[in-house]
């Protein structure tokens, strides 16, 4: 069974940076794509990134490309989400998540696994 924890969230001021993890563990992770969503209050949960494990192939929301960068390290079977330039708008719970596959895809209910989430906060 897989589990994800994330961490690295916190309070940032508008423009600052933050690197989110997510640790996983119970599979090889050769065969997945890890992705980021995010959820602020009252809205739906929506897509961030993705990174497929195999080649590290990445996909983004417009939202966030230039801003965000997804990668992996196989050594530590983490992803992580260095996010550069935040906006009070980026302020929301950020989970990852993965799909045993090849397709990267950006829909959360395809999603098979979920980390707990990390709060990130962006202050104006």
């Known amino acids: 069974q897989v589990q994800l924890v994330e961490s690295g969230g916190g309070l940032v001021q508008a423009g600052g940076s933050l690197r989110l993890s997510c640790a996983a563990s119970?599979?090889?992770?050769?065969?997945?794509?890890i992705g980021w969503f995010r959820q602020a209050p009252g809205k739906e949960r929506e897509f961030v990134a993705a990174?497929?494990?195999?080649?590290?192939?990445?996909k983004y929301a417009d939202s966030v490309k230039g801003r965000c960068t997804i990668s992996r390290d196989n050594a530590k079977n983490t992803a992580y989400l260095q996010m550069s330039s935040l906006k009070p708008e980026d302020t929301a719970v950020y989970y990852c998540?993965?799909?045993?596959?090849?397709?990267?895809?950006?829909?959360?209910?395809?999603?098979?696994?979920w980390g707990p989430g990390t709060q990130v906060t962006v202050s104006s």
């Open positions: 990174i497929r494990w195999s080649d590290s192939t990445t």
């Open positions: 998540a993965v799909r045993r596959g090849l397709a990267v895809y950006t829909t959360s209910s395809l999603m098979d696994s």
């Open positions: 119970g599979r090889t992770f050769s065969n997945y794509v």
